[in-house]
């Protein structure tokens, strides 16, 4: 994720004082293929449905609610983003006072806001877990089904009404979660080797005639934002595969050294995905207003510099690891704390998404980050800390399903 974004910053600035920015890598045609591959995106998704749903019924065997899991899914996701949007903020004015072009500090905040449309897309799905799961309990395959299919009416009614795509930032994640929730409960066990290859395949040929007929774009990149059907396609695709080679995935993920990797990785993941694309797009900034050597995108120039470009932004990484990476910690309850009240939960979902949906919709500007800042330090407030853990965890509370288990795990897990 931080080497692919490294090699798709690529900002400008004209002799005649305007700056422009492009995507060098996605602009490559040769990409478009490797994407199709690389694009893992959806399996965020699918993780996010395998331990969302398992961490939902360890929840309610504790004597939890959705109000509890909701309020513990916002507190692991917003509070690494409200230090992010602050911090954004406060530089970015801070260099408008100083004198810094409008445009340069709009290109920043274009660029660095990047990360916050999956924060946005992610804590849609996460919410939504207790509803669908509930769904899930009583017709699996129905509510599958039907989110596939508001999926495709979405995409069917978007050239006439664009901002209906959006819809799909709900529909579509949700429906690749629901995934999720069928590994977690290991239906796709009884599915035999060659049944599951012929899945991915199926999946990806699919994917493929949609593309051929021109119906969609063959760049996932494009097809990212706002989603459409060909990423629950590509969902269905990596999901098979994640079952089908399961066996050989445990074997690497046993040894000792990866799994203490992997553990260190995941406590921090977030962290790293908010904050590299900022410091990078910072970096670029910094650079147009220097006379050091910038390349033009695409040039051999810009392609060698690029291996320098990704350790400086992992050398800049570090210090905010060790600053804000606690941030990521669970948030853990005071012994008398209580759960608070579902209006106050509520309420702190509206107020993140609020800002979000503007950003997304209309472009993050410095005005709308200094409100996010605002709303999501509001939200943080809200919530207050973690509900109390209540009961005593019961053994095989639900089905235990064949993944994930340890050292498997998601970083938003309670």
Known sequence: MVTSHSLMVSPE?????????????????????????????????????ITGLQSWRRLRARGGNAVDFIQGRMLRLIRPASVLL???FAGLWGARLAGVDVQVI?????????????LAAYLAAQLNLPMFAALHARAPRLTLAGLACLVITVDCLRGALPLLAYLNMVFLWCAVQQLGFFLADGRLLGLTRP????????????????????LYSGNMLVNLNPPN??????????????????PALLRVASAIRLR?????????????????????????????LTDFPQP???????????????????????????LFGRLEDRPTPAAASRSRPAAAVLTAAAVVFVPVADAALNGLTLGLLGGGAACFALAVLLLGRGPARTGVPARGAGPGGPLPRPPLSANVEP
């Open 13 to 49: 600035l004209h002799p005649d004082g305007t700056v422009t920015t492009e995507n060098t890598l996605g602009n490559q045609r040769w990409f478009e293929p490797v994407v199709w591959i690389l694009q893992i995106m959806p399996l965020f998704f699918v993780a996010g449905g």
């Open 86 to 88: 602050a911090v954004m």
């Open 106 to 118: 709009q290109l920043l905040a274009t660029g660095a806001g990047m990360p916050l449309w999956f």
């Open 195 to 214: 049944a599951l290859a012929g899945l991915l395949v199926g999946s990806n040929l699919v994917l493929g005639l949609l593309v051929a007929l021109g």
């Open 229 to 246: 059907l060909t990423l629950l396609l590509l969902a269905i695709a990596q999901a098979a595969a994640l079952q089908l080679f399961r």
């Open 260 to 288: 203490r990797m992997m553990a260190v990785v995941g406590r921090r993941s977030m962290t790293v995905y908010l904050w590299h694309l900022p410091l990078l797009a910072a970096m670029s900034g910094l650079l147009l």
């Open 296 to 322: 033009a995108g695409g040039t051999p120039a810009w392609w060698w510099s690029r291996p320098l470009v990704l350790m400086v932004v992992v050398i800049l990484l570090l210090p905010v690891l060790v």
